[in-house]
């Protein structure tokens, strides 16, 4: 009897599955197509305050607390709570800027003293210019820090010709939807897929910028120590160096206040090589973790400690 139930409930599943895909779909065009309609900076700070008090009813809450503990156990209470208040915020804001990306990048390279909502420091500038010029391609890290769509924006407007890897959602209509905001100006996107590393081995020997997050918790990863407890990297990145030898550079999107960000792109991050000079893929990616807890340091509250980093 109990078999029996579960099959039932699995091809019940199975029906609705395309149903429920469509509805997911729907509702998220009709949401970017909305707030398109909106004032992107308003919109913003009523999404921020909609997720800071929707945020503490959903269970990933609970696991932002559990993170943070772990990650900040010098912290009190109170401020693990405010820290936790700015990932809700800094979700909604993300949320509302995403049906703009076609006009929240406003820097122009030509005219640096113009106005606009994105600045970085001349060193940041020279790095983009190098990396567009020196004929080479390299592999680019970001962290879901801020708001984690830009980066590639910013690629694009430099000039950089980048091959972006991004996970599609579970909806095929979502994903078209997302898609469709996303090719604006982002470059190559490639979907994370069993031949994706292949793909982003072709870009590189192309002589693309290859980018891609890479803070997420990876099942089959190699070990790697994250605010002072083991956890599993991603290990593409340093695989891909070992087919493709070429620099590697972080970066990141602070967000700033009035509705501001800033761009910083680090220096090159070094390849840990083992005695014959391969490169060491464990190593490697413990090089590229330690630049990421730097970062998050700074800024936690606009880091996604929504999702599990430690299993």
């Known amino acids: 009897m109990l078999r029996l139930l579960l099959r039932t409930k ?34 913003a700070n009523r999404f921020g305050k909609i997720t ?20 900040f156990p010098e912290k009190s209470p109170e401020e693990i709570e405010r820290i936790l208040a700015g990932v809700w915020d800094n979700m909604g804001r993300i949320g509302a800027e995403f049906a703009h990306l076609d006009k929240i990048w406003d820097y122009d ?26 004929g080479k391609p390299a592999l680019i890290f970001a962290s879901h820090l801020g708001n984690w769509e830009i980066p590639a924006l910013a690629a694009v407007a430099h000039g950089l010709d980048a091959a972006v890897l991004y996970r599609r959602p579970n909806s095929a209509a979502a994903d078209r939807a997302i898609h469709q905001t996303r090719a604006i100006n982002m470059g190559n996107l490639i979907p994370a897929s069993h031949d994706a590393p292949l793909k982003l081995a072709h870009a590189l020997n192309e002589g693309k910028h290859v980018a891609m997050l890479v803070d997420q918790w ?52 070094k390849p840990v090589r083992d005695a014959n000079g391969k490169v060491d893929v464990q190593g490697t990616m413990q090089a590229v973790t330690s630049v990421l807890e730097g970062w998050i340091r700074e800024y936690p509250e606009q880091w996604l400690w929504l999702h599990r980093r430690w299993r």
């Open 10 to 43: 699995a091809r019940i599943r199975d029906a609705l599955k395309p149903a429920g895909d469509a509805a997911v779909g729907a509702l998220t065009i009709g949401i970017l197509r909305t707030t398109r309609y909106f004032d992107p900076v308003k919109t």
């Open 52 to 71: 800071q008090r929707i945020g503490p009813l959903f269970r990933e809450d609970k696991i932002g607390r559990a993170n943070l503990t772990a990650a």
């Open 109 to 134: 390279p030509a005219n640096p003293t113009k106005p606009s909502n994105v600045e970085f420091s001349a060193r940041t500038g020279e790095i983009f210019d190098q990396l567009r010029d020196d």
């Open 218 to 269: 990876f099942t089959n990863g190699v070990p790697v120590d994250f605010f002072g407890r083991k956890t599993n990297a991603n290990p593409m990145l340093a695989r891909l160096l070992r087919q493709v030898d070429c620099p590697i550079h972080g970066v990141r999107i602070i967000r700033l206040p009035d509705h501001r960000f800033r761009i910083e792109v680090s220096e090159e991050v």
